[in-house]
Every structure is written in structure tokens, then in C-alpha cells.
């Protein structure tokens, strides 16, 4: 009963300074069951790493280890198979586990939780899940740089217009816009790894916080549990949540490249720019307008971002002016960090879907790439270049011509010599080497620049760093 006059039996795992059991409506609110049983098997496997360095520290008897050892691959099983009943009362996936273990194998199970409390060991199962999850993450990003190398090699002298403030600007290659991407991605990527070496510490044995007096060996469990090494402070241990505020930033930094990504393709598939076609597997047509095909797919990606910044700010928020050590509210990390990688997986997955399946239309990129004058700074460097002329005298010769194209309604490419030289004497028909879209990518190979050249030394340095 909500009054808190429920006459319930208190709870079996703590219970014996209770007289009476939870109030329902405290059951509610203090259960995490209904999220954290996703956490059942790295809270097995470390409740089988903690019995047996137990044992081999002679603080229980190899018969006790060998039974709780049994009776968790059991528990394993039942849990894999869908067989386990999770009760609310029992809390969490902690006591659920431990719960179910008494009823296999009887008193022994009361041994397992010596020298452990559930704040290193939550702090433990969620460590594991974090970790595994950086891990696919990385497998994830590897697979999204590998489909934009892929187009970007096929696409490495496609022309297309590079854009500031969204117009047009200079041309550049499709391929070099693919490998923004990558770089991007990539970035994300060392992020994940080095999350991945910072977290690397096993936080079981700090116990409820002060360590404990029996003679665990931290190291063992660290090592069989495949850390680098102990955490060093039992007190920061149980209170620490930054390897998951760590994987929301890093989620929440590889979500606004996607939502990047996402916005482009969306811009990019309209009618009117016509860049790319996205395929029936990734688009959605309208129930009401048999014409349209819609990118929904990258718009979900992009919105997928603002739940991932959303969990960020919950967790940075709930950790925040947390005296330590451990407090309950800590218990409400975990949805935020399933939520968001769940998002962030799902958006990898789609946008890498997109990007091996959508159709460049390289005649629409390259006729868009020549009109608005994109290569008006092609002219200007030609006119320091070959006419000695200081830049930015150069700049104003460039941009009467701009003009005169505009009054004539036509490209700097298609302006007259005789126009061109009554700009400026010093013109010859050498500048028509230039004023082309692909005069004007080849001729950008400064380091990291637009040139096909460039760009394909820059696929060969990322497939080598994969
Ligand atoms: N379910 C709890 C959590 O997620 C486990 C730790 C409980 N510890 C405690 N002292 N009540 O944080």
C-alpha cells in the first residue's frame, strides 16, 4: 500500500533490521529490474570471477565456489533461454541473481557476497557492458569509414560544388566530401579507443566503498575479467560514472557528425538538387503523394542526435553536487547509456546503409559544380599567377568579370577573350585552362586538398590505418 502501512515480509536479501516490507509505491520507485536485467551476464561472469578468486584466496571453501560457480552458469542458462522469472520485490539484477542462486543451491549461495557489496559490483557490471559496448561501436565506425573509402575511390574525379554558408563555392570532388566524412569518423573513432584504454580498470573489491578486511586479491579479478588493472581509489570506484558520461560524449559527438551527414542527404536527394537517389531500402514513400520517395531514414538519424545530447545532459545532471560515495541516484545512469547506445548504434548502422546503397548523380553534381561562378577564384590565382598581378588587385579584375558573366547571363567560361581583355589586357586564352570545374579540382593539390591526386593519396593513408 502506498501509505506505507503494507505488512509485506521485509526483503530476504537485506532485511534484517526491517519489521515490514516496502511500501508499494517505494517497490516502484526503488526497483531497476525492469532495466538493469539487460546487465545479467556481466553481473554473472563477475560474481564467477569474484567466488573463484574467493576460493583461491582460502576465504571459501573450493566446494562452496564450485556449487555457486554451477548454480550461476544455471542461472545463465535459465536467463538465456527466457526461463527466469525477475521479480520487482527482489530490486535489481544483483539480488534477482543472488536470490535465484539460494533457491539452486542453498546456504552456500550466502557466501558469494563476501568481501563485495552491490556498489562495486554495479559499478563493475555496468563497467563491462560499457566497455563491450565501446567495442561495437568501433566495429561500427570501422564499417561506416570503409563504405565512405569505398565511394570515395569510386568518386575520387567526380566534380561537385563545395559549398560555404550553403552556397556555391569552389568545386571540388565528391570524393574529397567523402573523405570529410571519414576524417570525421575517424576522429570518432580514436575517441572510442582511447574511452576504451581510460576505462579499462576493474572496480571490483571496493566494496560498499572502504574496501574490505578480507585478504581478495583485486588484481586476479581485474585480470580475469579482462581489465588492465584494479581501480586504485574504493571510494572514487564506487562513485564514479565517467566511463559512462565518457561513452555519452563521445555518442553524443559521433550523433552531431551524423545528424551533419544525415542533413545532407536529406538536401541532397530533393528534386531540386538532385545529387544522389537513395534506395528503396532506405526511403519511404508518402501515403498520399505517389511522387514523393522520402529520406526518412536520415532524417530519424538526425533526430536519434538530440535523444543521445539529451542523455548526456540527464546523466551529466544526475551526477552532478553527488556527495561521495555511492548514492541511489546513480541507479538512473543506466537508461541513459542503454538509450543512447542503442541510438547510436541504430544511426551507424542506417547511415552506413546509406551511403553503400544511394546512387551519385555525377552529371547533376558536376552541372551544379560550374554554374555560380565556382571557379572565379580559379581566375584570380590564374592572374597572380600568370600576370603578376597582386591578389587582391586580382580579386577585383575577377569580380568585374563575375559581373559581366551575370549581365551576359552566362559562365566566366563561356565570356569572350576580347571581353576578358577589355577587363584586363593582361588575359590570354590560357585562362580557359582554368575556368573549367575539372582545370579547377586538378589543379588544388596542396596537401589535404580537393585534387583527385590528393584525395586518393589520402583513401591509400586511411586504408592503411584501419
Ligand atoms: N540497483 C543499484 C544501482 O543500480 C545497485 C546498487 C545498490 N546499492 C545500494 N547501496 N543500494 O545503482
Known amino acids: 500500500m502506498a501509505d506505507g ?3 509485506k515480509s521485509s526483503n530476504q536479501m537485506w532485511g534484517g533490521r526491517f519489521a515490514s516490507g516496502p511500501a508499494a509505491i517505494m517497490e516502484e520507485i526503488n526497483a531497476s529490474i525492469g532495466f538493469d536485467k539487460k546487465l545479467f551476464a556481466q553481473d554473472i561472469r563477475g560474481s564467477i570471477a569474484h567466488a573463484t578468486m574467493l576460493a583461491h584466496q582460502g576465504i571459501i571453501s573450493t566446494e562452496d565456489k564450485d556449487k555457486i560457480v554451477h548454480g550461476l552458469n544455471t542461472i545463465l542458462s535459465e536467463i538465456e533461454a527466457g526461463n527466469f522469472e525477475f521479480s520487482r520485490s527482489l530490486e535489481d539484477i544483483h539480488m534477482n541473481v543472488e536470490s535465484r542462486l539460494a533457491a539452486l543451491i542453498g546456504p552456500a549461495a550466502g557466501r558469494l557476497h563476501t568481501a563485495r557489496s552491490r556498489n562495486d559490483q554495479v559499478a563493475l557490471d555496468f563497467r563491462l557492458w560499457v566497455k563491450e559496448e565501446l567495442q561495437k561501436c568501433e566495429q561500427a565506425l570501422t564499417g561506416l569509414i570503409a563504405a565512405f573509402l569505398d565511394r570515395a575511390e569510386e568518386h575520387a ?4 560544388p563545395g559549398f560555404t554558408h550553403l552556397q556555391t563555392a569552389q568545386p571540388v570532388t565528391f570524393g574529397h ?21 581510460h576505462m579499462d580498470e576493474s572496480p571490483i573489491g571496493a566494496a560498499a566503498l572502504a574496501g574490505t578486511g578480507f585478504p581478495i586479491d583485486r588484481h586476479m579479478t581485474a585480470k580475469a575479467l579482462g581489465f588492465r588493472e584494479p581501480t586504485r581509489n574504493s571510494i572514487d570506484t564506487v562513485s564514479d560514472r565517467d566511463f559512462a558520461i565518457e561513452f555519452l560524449s563521445i555518442a553524443a ?18 528534386p531540386q538538387f538532385g545529387f544522389v537517389r537513395l534506395s528503396d531500402a532506405f526511403s519511404t514513400g508518402s501515403s498520399i503523394m505517389p ?14 542526435t538530440g535523444r543521445i545530447n539529451g542523455s548526456l545532459v540527464a546523466l551529466l ?27 547510436l548504434e541504430l544511426a551507424i548502422a542506417a547511415m552506413t546503409g546509406m551511403v553503400r546503397d544511394m546512387t551519385i548523380n555525377a552529371a547533376r553534381m558536376k552541372a551544379a559544380a560550374g554554374s555560380g561562378y565556382s571557379t572565379a577564384t580559379d581566375l584570380a590565382d590564374w592572374l597572380v599567377r600568370e600576370a603578376g598581378l597582386p591578389f587582391r588587385d ?18 566566366l567560361a563561356e565570356l569572350s577573350l576580347e571581353d576578358l581583355q577589355a577587363i584586363h589586357p593582361a588575359i590570354t ?23 583527385p591526386s590528393e584525395v586518393r593519396k589520402q583513401i591509400a593513408f586511411w586504408r592503411a590505418r584501419n
Request: hydrophobic share 40%.
Open 5 to 7: 502501512t503494507d505488512t
Open 157 to 160: 574525379d567526380t566534380v561537385m
Open 177 to 197: 566530401h567523402c573523405m570529410a566524412y571519414v576524417e570525421m569518423f575517424g576522429r570518432d573513432r580514436s575517441r572510442v579507443r582511447h574511452a576504451i584504454e
Open 253 to 270: 559527438i559521433a550523433g552531431m557528425h551524423l545528424s551533419r551527414l544525415a542533413e545532407e542527404i536529406v538536401i541532397w536527394s530533393t
Open 291 to 304: 511522387q514523393k520517395k522520402n529520406p526518412d531514414a536520415a532524417e530519424l538519424v538526425r533526430a536519434k
Open 317 to 343: 545532471t544526475i551526477m552532478k553536487g553527488l556527495p561521495l560515495a555511492y548514492s541511489k541516484d546513480m541507479q538512473e545512469d543506466k537508461e541513459q547509456v542503454f538509450d543512447a547506445a542503442e541510438s
Open 394 to 411: 586580382a580579386h577585383h579584375v575577377t569580380g568585374r568579370a563575375v559581373a559581366l558573366a551575370e549581365s551576359k547571363s552566362c559562365d
Open 429 to 451: 586564352d590560357k585562362i580557359f585552362d582554368v575556368l573549367t570545374v575539372e582545370a579547377s579540382v586538378a589543379s588544388r593539390k596542396s596537401f589535404g586538398g580537393t585534387a
